[in-house]
Every structure is written in structure tokens, then in C-alpha cells.
């Protein structure tokens, strides 16, 4: 056993002493998240194999968060329990001689074949001081900077440490360590990277210490701004900026989504020799660039106009720079995500100099009489992307219904059906003229949520 479980497991052994002490019990709330899901992925071209992959999984969330005992300092704990079993499909070319890799949905064995199930529990010590709260173990971050993904069957978690802060009106301050992450397909803790960088070779290389901190700031009531930095050491530093703004015009509300992005190298990847060491980022590897080294801002915004059932938004994003947006990668390239407005469900659209124009629609039928039935559509178009092959282009739609049970027995039970089609003229890494698997893909995903006190 780790040393942090462990010493969260004798924190939990120690509060159970205090559980009579205010509402440590009475404040205690516990529920079963309930996750069927399929995914059938069809790749269209290139050279990579299988052509077609079909996965089926039941996933089983158990979430349990204690109160505070009384006191000026107020002690509690949290756990989180994922288990995943394989229903159907699943597997892929495996890594001779590791067990329990990430697969698409599920874990691989060394040959691999999927696992027939997955589990982990994650612990989390809290404490509490006025409005600060402090939290240590299994964490999920939600944060301009770091984003856990829950996308597929079971969510991804991070392990560190975290504050958060309202002790002033209107702001909201948060910081904090991360120091592992355990993938939505994957059973143990790795360190983290970032694209170029990772992977299955030798020279792979990671980091176990990423830095956070930052703040919201509610201006006014229709008026958040947003400043966040991250640091993965050895790796990059990034600065974040957000707006958001809600205007009424006539009959409906105009939102504003400003954020901006600005990353640059951090110790061992600012230096020759560390990136010479592995210590480097994907991007353009072109005549006269500093191969490797982060460096990449990201300029988006996104308008949306919200009238009755209706959403309507369109929106730009445009990066700079020789390298691609940085972001947290556990090193195997799955099941992460991004702040990006361009964050879609196959494809992210942060690769250097590229420039992408965005277009969605959504509709809630709740103004036709049937609640709890919703309709989007996303469109995303993108150019310049710099390659050792010219300019390239790619694009993707997605399509989602979702109907969640407003009433009845069946009261939040969730049915949602997501299709995505993905083409792309980018080069496949290190294979000189093959392009990007174009992708059609569809999701079904049945969720029910259950009450346990």
C-alpha cells in the first residue's frame, strides 16, 4: 500500500472516533452512479490497425462525502469507488510485457486483450477553516489549467493536494499540488507529461510535481473574471486569462467566453540539453525553429446567443507559436482534456499555428412541452496547422441527444446518443506521408444516479 493511502486510511480510522462530533454523520451524503457504455469507433483510412473498434462496458460510481466534525477546525474524508466490467469487444495491440495498459475503454493485458473488469477506490482527507477548505488525496480538478476527463466509462482522478478559498465576496482563490494521475482506463498512478515527450520508448519522460493557483472574480452579477497558473516542472509554465459576460438583448442573453492562453518552457525543456534528453514538446520541427521547446498561445472567443429553447454560438480560436498547446498528458495519449473552446469529443485542435472557426447549435425541448430532452450540434473547421508538409486542415461534427427522465419512477434516468465525424490532412508522427486515421464514431450511453442517503 502507498504510503498516502495509508495515511489517509489512519486519518479515516481517527475521524470514525470523532463521529459523533457535529455533523461529521449528519452532514454525510452517499450516492451509486450507474454508467452503460458503448462506443464504435470506425477508422476510414491509414495504415493502422484494427479498422473498426466496438467497446460495451457497465461502470459503477461510488461516491461517499462525510460532513465536518465542530470545532474551529473542521476534519472529514471523501472516497470515491470506480469499478468498470467489459460486457463486450475491447483490446488492441498491446505492449509486449506490460499488464493493465490503457486501453479504449478498458485496461489491456500484455497480449492485448481487454480486462474483464477494473477497479480502484481513492481516498481524500479534508479539512475545513472558516470558508477554506483544504483537500489531500484523490482529487478531480475542474480548473482552466487542469481538467480531469470523464468522457468514457469510468472518470480519470488525480492524486495531490488542494485549497480552496472564499473568504472574500465575490472571489473564489484556489492552488494546490498534483503529484499523479490514474487514467478513466487504467487501474495504477502515473507521473505526468505532455505530448512529445511520452509514450512506450526509453526516453520517455515525466514529471511528478505539477503547481497550480489562481482565482474567479465576480466583477458584477453577469460579469466572472478568470487568472490561473499552471507549472509542470521541467516541462512548461501557463498563464491563463478568462472572461465571461452575460448581456440581455431584447428577448434573449448574449454570452461572452474570452480565454487566453500564454505557455513557455520550464527547466529542463528551455534548455538544450534537457531537450536533448527528451524533455520536449510536439509542434512544428521545421528549418529555424527550436525543436522541441513549449512554446504556444492560444487567442479564443466564443458568442452565444440564447433565445427560449434555442442557443445559438459561433466562435475563433487561433494558437501561435512553434510548439502545440501544452496540457497534462499521463503518457499514453488517452483520456485527457483541455480548456480549449475546441475541446470536441474526437479531436482538440491545438496544434501549432492552427486557426479554427466554431459553430454550434443547441435546443432544449423543455419549450415543447417535453423536458428533459436536449439537441446540439458542433462544427468545427481548422487550417494553417504548421507541418513539415505545408499548411494542413482538419474538421469534425459532433451530433448529441440526450433525455434525462424529469418525473416518475424512472426520475433521472439519463439516455444519450453522441455521433462525431473527424477528418484530417495531419501527417502521422514519424511516418513521413500518411495522414491521420479519419474517424466516424458513435456513443450510447445510459446513466442513472442513486441515492444511498
Known amino acids: 500500500m502507498k504510503r498516502s493511502t495509508l495515511a489517509l486510511a489512519i486519518a479515516t480510522a481517527a475521524l470514525a472516533q470523532q463521529a459523533s462530533a457535529g455533523g461529521f454523520i449528519e452532514d454525510s451524503k452517499a450516492s451509486l452512479g450507474l454508467r452503460n457504455f458503448y462506443i464504435n469507433t470506425d477508422n476510414r483510412n491509414g495504415p493502422a490497425s ?67 473488469e477494473f477497479s480502484s477506490l481513492g481516498l481524500t482527507a479534508k479539512a475545513k477553516v472558516s470558508k477554506t477548505e483544504f483537500r489531500y488525496g484523490t482529487l478531480q480538478p475542474k480548473l482552466p489549467v487542469v481538467v480531469y476527463n470523464d468522457a468514457r466509462l469510468l472518470p480519470m482522478t488525480y492524486e495531490g493536494g488542494q485549497v480552496t478559498s472564499n473568504e472574500f465576496k465575490d472571489l473564489t482563490l484556489t492552488g494546490g499540488q498534483l503529484t499523479h494521475t490514474k487514467g478513466r482506463n487504467s487501474t495504477d498512478w502515473r507521473s505526468m507529461s505532455i505530448a512529445g515527450a511520452n509514450g512506450s520508448s526509453a526516453s520517455s519522460r515525466d514529471s511528478n510535481k505539477f503547481y497550480f493557483a489562481g482565482g474567479d472574480y465576480k466583477a458584477t452579477r453577469d460579469l466572472t473574471l478568470q487568472y490561473y497558473y499552471g507549472q509542470l516542472t521541467d516541462f512548461y509554465q501557463q498563464h491563463f486569462l478568462g472572461l465571461t459576460h452575460n448581456w440581455a438583448i431584447g428577448p434573449g442573453t448574449l454570452k461572452t467566453d474570452l480565454r487566453v492562453f500564454i505557455s513557455d518552457s520550464d527547466g529542463k525543456n528551455g534548455s538544450t540539453a534537457g ?162 486515421r479519419d474517424q466516424d464514431e458513435n456513443r450510447l450511453i445510459v446513466s442513472y444516479t442513486l441515492p444511498l442517503f
Not at 50 to 74: C, D, I
Open 275 to 436: 531537450r536533448k534528453d527528451g524533455y520536449v514538446s510536439s509542434g512544428y520541427y521545421g528549418s529555424g525553429v527550436t525543436k522541441g521547446e513549449v512554446d504556444n498561445n492560444v487567442y479564443s472567443g466564443l458568442l452565444t446567443y440564447s433565445l427560449g429553447g434555442h442557443s445559438l454560438g459561433a466562435g475563433y480560436q487561433v494558437l501561435t507559436g512553434d510548439s502545440d498547446f501544452p496540457y497534462l498528458n499521463r503518457g499514453d495519449g488517452e483520456g485527457t482534456s483541455t480548456y480549449l473552446h475546441t475541446d470536441a469529443q474526437l479531436l482538440k485542435f491545438n496544434h501549432a499555428g492552427e486557426r479554427t472557426w466554431i459553430g454550434r447549435y443547441a435546443y432544449d425541448f423543455a419549450k415543447l412541452g417535453v423536458p428533459g430532452l436536449t439537441f446540439s450540434v458542433l462544427y468545427l473547421n481548422a487550417d494553417d496547422i504548421r507541418t513539415g508538409r505545408g499548411d494542413q486542415g482538419e474538421w469534425e461534427r459532433d451530433i448529441a441527444v440526450g433525455y434525462v427522465v424529469p418525473e416518475g419512477t424512472f426520475k433521472g434516468l439519463g439516455l444519450a446518443w453522441k455521433n462525431a465525424t473527424m477528418r484530417s490532412g495531419l501527417p502521422v508522427s514519424g511516418s513521413g506521408t500518411a495522414t491521420q
Open 50 to 116: 484494427p479498422s473498426k473498434q466496438e467497446e460495451w462496458g457497465q461502470g459503477f460510481m461510488l461516491n461517499y462525502a462525510s460532513g465536518f466534525t465542530e470545532g474551529t477546525v473542521g476534519f472529514g474524508v471523501d472516497a470515491l469507488g470506480l469499478l468498470g466490467l467489459r460486457l463486450d469487444g475491447g483490446g488492441k495491440s498491446g505492449k509486449s510485457g506490460i499488464d493493465r495498459q490503457p486501453g479504449t475503454i478498458f485496461p489491456l493485458e500484455s497480449d492485448g486483450s481487454a480486462v474483464d
